[in-house]
């Protein structure tokens, strides 16, 4: 059987050790065919020096930051494969990550966007007493360290490859379906099905130019189509987080806070009638809120941003009747 190369796009923002550490980590760990594009967002530490030497990417240069929304567009509309894997550059794939992504997707043509096991809080450390996501937190350190090292401190005490092992054995929840609204799944690393994506209109809207809220757009989109937002625990990707916003000097809070009243502008209906129908249902969504309930992590976040007397006063507004869906 014919296995057709998947399209891998990657959008690089200075942070050039870890791009060379993610794209090693590809020709090492990926037996499936694929396509390498990356696309860089105005790069000055190196790194396109870095790519230009690559044989093996297609490299797309922008004269000027579009914002991760506007770069992946860009490297998306080159590829043309029917699943495509949209990457960051701190992305660490391990042994055999993308053979059962694909075979999930083609046995499931309903799923639009497929994530895996990566540091998060649904992802439980191998030492069984901490999340990922605390770990990768609690290694960081106060400076941004050496990719290579950074990894190491994390997964100890064992080795890489057996980290991803012990991570898929105790996590495994198999095939994971998320409800969208609330919850989302991270484009850090997952892979997508161009016919549908280009049914719901395309990997981004435009109006996310900022860092953050473009891939619960993406995520909500899918869903609210009638589509499925999927995670698996047959594949663990390694996530660093923030890593190019960090050492590119973004102010990260401001570009996310100006996305994020974006988002509640264009969701605001979706969000209010999501909320009406839970509570209609006798579920203490506020509870959910302010307990920090995972799946309602997002949405805690509109909250705090929006402000909780507006946020929920419009809740109520269409609750009572007084303003329409």
Same mark, same amino acid.
């Not at 297609?58 to 914002?67: A, H």
């Not at 042994?95 to 998060?120: F, H, N």
């Not at 379906?177 to 435009?206: K, M």
């Given at each position: 059987?014919?296995?057709?190369?998947?399209?891998?796009?990657?959008?690089? =923002?200075?942070?050039?050790?870890?791009?060379?550490?993610?794209?090693?980590?590809?020709?090492?760990?990926? *037996?499936?065919?694929? #396509?390498?594009?990356?696309?860089?967002? !105005?790069?000055?530490?190196?790194?396109?020096?870095?790519?230009?030497?690559?044989?093996?990417?297609?490299?797309?240069?922008?004269?000027?930051?579009?914002?991760?929304?506007? +770069?992946?567009?860009? %490297?998306?509309?080159? %590829?043309?494969?029917?699943?495509?894997?949209?990457? #960051?550059?701190?992305?660490?794939?391990?042994?055999?990550?993308?053979?059962? $992504?694909?075979?999930?997707?083609?046995?499931?043509?309903?799923?639009?966007?497929?994530?895996?096991?990566?540091?998060?809080?649904?992802?439980?450390?191998?030492?069984?007493?901490?999340?990922?996501?605390?770990?990768?937190?609690?290694? @960081?350190?106060?400076?941004?360290?050496?990719?290579?090292? =950074?990894?190491?401190?994390?997964?100890?005490?064992?080795?890489?490859?057996?980290?991803?092992?012990?991570?898929?054995?105790?996590? #495994?929840?198999?095939?994971?379906?998320?409800?969208?609204?609330?919850?989302?799944?991270?484009?850090?690393?997952?892979?997508?099905?161009?016919?549908?994506?280009?049914?719901?209109?395309?990997?981004?809207?435009?109006?996310?130019?900022?860092?953050?809220?473009?891939?619960? *757009?993406?995520?909500? @989109?899918?869903?609210?189509?009638?589509?499925?937002?999927?995670?698996? /625990?047959? +594949?663990?990707?390694?996530?660093?987080?923030?890593?190019?916003?960090?050492?590119?000097?973004?102010?990260?809070?401001? /570009?996310?806070? !100006? #996305? $994020?009243?974006?988002?509640?502008?264009?969701?605001?209906?979706?969000?209010?009638?999501?909320?009406?129908?839970?509570?209609?249902? %006798?579920? *203490?969504?506020?509870?959910?809120? !302010?307990?920090?309930?995972?799946?309602? =992590?997002?949405?805690? @976040?509109?909250? %705090?941003?929006? !402000?909780?007397?507006?946020? =929920?006063?419009?809740?109520?507004?269409?609750?009572?009747?007084?303003?329409?869906?």
């Amino acid at each position: 059987m014919i296995r057709e190369p998947i399209d891998i796009i990657i959008v690089t =923002w200075n942070a050039c050790d870890y791009t060379r550490y993610c794209l090693d980590s590809i020709r090492s760990h990926t *037996d499936y065919p694929y #396509n390498l594009i990356v696309v860089d967002n !105005g790069s000055i530490d190196g790194t396109i020096d870095y790519l230009e030497r690559q044989d093996d990417v297609l490299l797309i240069q922008n004269r000027e930051n579009l914002g991760y929304g506007g +770069a992946i567009t860009r %490297g998306y509309e080159v %590829g043309d494969s029917h699943l495509t894997c949209v990457m #960051n550059n701190d992305i660490v794939v391990s042994p055999g990550w993308l053979e059962p $992504m694909v075979r999930i997707m083609r046995q499931d043509r309903e799923i639009g966007i497929l994530g895996t096991l990566r540091p998060a809080s649904f992802c439980l450390h191998p030492d069984g007493q901490r999340d990922t996501g605390l770990v990768l937190r609690e290694t @960081r350190g106060y400076k941004l360290p050496d990719p290579e090292v =950074w990894l190491e401190q994390f997964c100890s005490p064992y080795t890489y490859e057996d980290f991803v092992e012990e991570a898929k054995r105790i996590n #495994n929840f198999g095939l994971r379906e998320i409800e969208g609204p609330p919850s989302f799944i991270s484009t850090c690393c997952v892979l997508v099905n161009r016919e549908i994506i280009d049914r719901i209109g395309g990997l981004a809207d435009p109006r996310f130019f900022r860092y953050g809220c473009e891939d619960v *757009d993406l995520s909500w @989109r899918i869903s609210i189509e009638g589509y499925k937002i999927a995670l698996t /625990s047959e +594949a663990y990707v390694h996530h660093f987080k923030h890593v190019s916003v960090e050492v590119s000097d973004l102010d990260r809070k401001a /570009s996310t806070e !100006g #996305n $994020m009243r974006i988002f509640y502008e264009k969701w605001r209906n979706e969000i209010n009638r999501f909320l009406t129908a839970k509570l209609s249902e %006798g579920v *203490d969504v506020k509870k959910r809120l !302010g307990e920090e309930d995972p799946d309602y =992590w997002f949405l805690a @976040r509109l909250e %705090g941003m929006i !402000g909780a007397e507006k946020f =929920w006063q419009s809740v109520e507004r269409v609750k009572s009747g007084k303003e329409r869906i």
